[in-house]
Every structure is written in structure tokens, then in C-alpha cells.
């Protein structure tokens, strides 16, 4: 196995300020050389930490687009240019190449600790698997959507989202903060094990495939005129099948779910998404039986 | 009694939209009119409400200052307009005079259903006795704080703040809904009481007196450099005594609390109150002998 630096981002959004201060702390506790990896950690949006807002232009966890970033009007963005910063530094041919990242974010629904893949890697399977047989994490597994793209883990060779929530944007949350490092701290034991072929994949890896997203009931003047039904809200993961309630609209309505097919909902009402026009996102359930070629893979990083 | 409009303020922050839709759905189960007294509900600051933030210009609750308002580049913000809109409309010498101002709020703090008055004006008193007798509700009473001032329920000749947390700023909480709903059926039915002279006062208001607000730690640059304690965490309305933590900071460096005298917080962690540099506020606690005169004080309204 060739990995020999990893790289941690917290704060890609500046106002998530948990996973900022869990690396913080481990930082301080543990050493970043371990078992010859090379750990790096980095404040993915610094200024937009500072200001506590999510970003400055733009939202940098959409920055990651090849074709974009040499666009003259788009390098006046800040985002865009922290995105080819990141890139130059430790992008897999920067002056400091890692070859895994792992990008911490919180969420203000009620995702719990999730793992959030984009695309079908093997080498994130490989990842992600060995933390959803550790602790059952459900994984969002996000493709296909064209609406939503550049996302900063694709941009590496490796790499995955750990979502956490609910917790407040700005708000700090000691229990949050443990998740973290509970999670840091195990993705290291996990890749080390890795390293030294002391590790056996789980049979299957259970996904959650993004299918599309549903927008808020809106007044004709555009404005969100509906909210989460009581019974939706904070039910991340819980399957809705036909009839099932997902809005109140402000005249007391019921807005159900209509469609056929048995879905399971993400990031309920996050709070960032009503930008994006996204009350929540749906799902399907998928059951993927592991390869050894995912391992292959990991070790040819 | 002369009480004949009440005003129900919500979204006086914009992205505090519980309320809002608390009284969406109340306006619509309830008539307005109620035993002889109009009830106006409007939204403080519909323009931020729209666009999910706090506020467009300048903070709409401390925008009710009198000499201000006339002043020429503060007349250019959206909210001391707005301002100005709210008393030359609802303000006692308005065109619909209200005599009575209930401005619901939300906070990231885990301060529960409470009362914030502004001084010590004995309607409020009155008002506030009832709701802390009916429910228990704890009271932040504001006062001499010459750095916070131009609260929105001073404006009008009596008056108080529902406040109601934890809850992330625009994220839809059903129970929070709830809660306010509740306080606003309650406040209906002890007005109609008081004006039917069915009430009597309880014998002591208890209320937490503002003493003073503490910043975070902060680096050399002004960033913010700890965290409240985990044990201060939403700890709100617990009392503090001197050596008990407060904050912790990036180095692990615990800061305690290094003063004689007990104090109570309030609003701990607050989000929205970071850019005025104030991790939490912190009250004594006082009991109040009631009066005949705070209810003939209100029956002049």
C-alpha cells in the first residue's frame, strides 16, 4: 500500500465549527506521523470559519470543477481559488499529494454520524465499508444529479464526507465534537490495519442512492409557504412509502408523498439546502455485495 | 380596562421562523377579535424573514431608538424604516394603536419558554407575574445595559419578549411551534381575565436581574479561541459560583468563572450573539414583592 498522507478537512463550510474544533483537539493530543502516514489537517474555507458564515462567494464544497476554475469571472470567487489552492497543496500532483481526504461536515438535521459517498469508487467502498461494519453508519451514496456537482472528495483519489448532526450552524456541541474524534481516530485504525493487510471487509455494503430532491410547497411569489410535516421531520433514513405526510402547508394542508416507489429520506429541512430549493432528498435502499477488487484498489492508492 | 389591541410580533428576526408559523397557524384557528380586544399579528422583519437571516441592514430589535430614528444615514437601513413603519402604525399614537407588544423569539440557547422584560415597568410586571405563576416561566429582566439598547417592546407602553430554545435558526421545530402556540392561547385567555378583574397576582415575581455579558476567549487576531465548557453548555439559568468552568479553550486550558458573587446565565453559546462578542450573559437572582399597583398600572393602559 502506497498511502502515505491523508488529508483532514473541517470547516469546508465555515459555519459547521464542530468537526473544526474535534481536529483541534486531536491535533493537540495526537501526532500527525502514525505508522509512516502522514496526516494533514486544514480548515477547507479559513475565512468564511472566521466570519462564521457557510461561505464568501459561493459554496466551496461545489468549487471542485475542473473546467470552471480556469474561468476568469469565477477565479474572482474565493472559493474557487481555496478549491485550486487545496488542490495545489495537496491534490494528488500538489507539493504535498495525498492520496485519501476526508471531509468532516455537520448537518442541522437528524442524519446522526453518516457517511456520504460520491460515486461508486471502489477504493471509498472499500472506506466506507470498513466504518459501517465498525459502527453500522448509514451511507448516502450521491450520483447522477447534475444539479449538484464539484464536491471536494471527488477531486481527490479517495475520499468521503462524514456528516453529522442535528446540531445548530455556529453552535458547539461537546457531543458532536466527540462523535468526531471518535471517528477520526478510527478511520486512522481502520486504514492502518488496511496498511497491514490485518483487515477483512464485511460481506456487503448497505447504500442509500440518491434518486432526486423535494422542494419546499412555495406561495406564487416563490416563497416557502409549507413546512416539514411534524411526523417527517427529523425521520432522516425512515422509509415513506405512498400517502405518507411530508409537508404543512400555512393553510393546513397535508402535502403527501405520491410517487410509487418506497423511498428513504436525507437532510430533512437542512438549513443550508432552502438556498438549493431542497427540503430533503430521497433515496433508495441498495444492498452491494464487497469485492476483493475494492481492496485491490484501496492498496494501489 | 382600556386595553383594546395587542400586538403578536414574530420574525422581528428574520431567521427565527418558529414563531412565525406559530402564529400562522393560530391566526388561522383564531379569530382576531377576542372578548372586546383586537389581536394585530404581523411579521417584524418580513424582508430578512423572505430571505432567511437575521437582518438586511442593522439588528431590528435594537433599531427602536427614538433620537436615532430621525438620523439621516441611519434612515437609509432597512430596519430603523422598518421600525418607524411598526410604531407609525402600531405604535400607541399610531394609526391602529396597540397597547400591549408580545415579540416572539427563538434562541440557539437551551433557555426553555422564558419571559425577557426591559426595565421595570409594573404593566410588565403584571403581565409577566401571570405567566410565571402559570407556568413557571423563568424572567431574564434586562436593564442598564448601556451597550444593548432599542429593544422593540419598549417601544410600546407595555410589554414583553417570549423566548423560546434550543432551536437552529431556520429550522422548523414542531414542538417549539408548540410551545408558542401555547403561550400565546395562555396570554389571550390571562388578559381576558385581567380585564374581567378574575385574577389575582401571585405574591413574588422571581426574576434573573442582567448583570453583564462575558466574550469568548479569543487569539491575538480577535478570533474566537474556546468554547463554552461542555459542563457550561447549555446549562442556562444554573447558577455559576467562583472556579467553575466557563470556556475551553484551543490549547485545553480550561477558564473558570473568577469572581465572588453567584451568578445565573442566560444565553449561553447563543449564535446571533457572537458579532457582539458575548458567549453568555449572566443575571443575580431577585424576588420581587408584587403589588396592587403593577395591576391598576396595567388597568390604565
Redesign the interface.
Known sequence: MTVQRILIVSGTHGNEINPV?AV??FN?EENSLKHGIEYEYIIGNPVAY?K?CRYIDVDLNRSFKESENCDQQKNSFYETNRANFLLDEFGIDGSKPCQIVIDLHTT?ANMGTSIVLYGRRFKDFCLAALLQNKFGLPIYLHEKDKAQTGFLVEAWPCGLVIEIG?????????KIIDRFSLIISSLREEIDKLKNNLIELPKELVVYVHQGSIDYPRDKKG?IDG??H?ER?NQDWKMIKKGDPLFLD???IVHKYDGDQLIWPVFI?E?AY??KNIAMSYTKKEVICSKKQWVQDFESL
Chains 1, 2 share one sequence.
Open positions: 474544533w483541534k483537539q493537540r472566521e462564521g442541522t442535528a446540531v445548530a450552524q455556529n453552535f458547539y456541541d461537546p416563497v413546512l416539514i411534524p421531520i400555512s393553510q393546513g429541512g438549513v432552502k438556498e
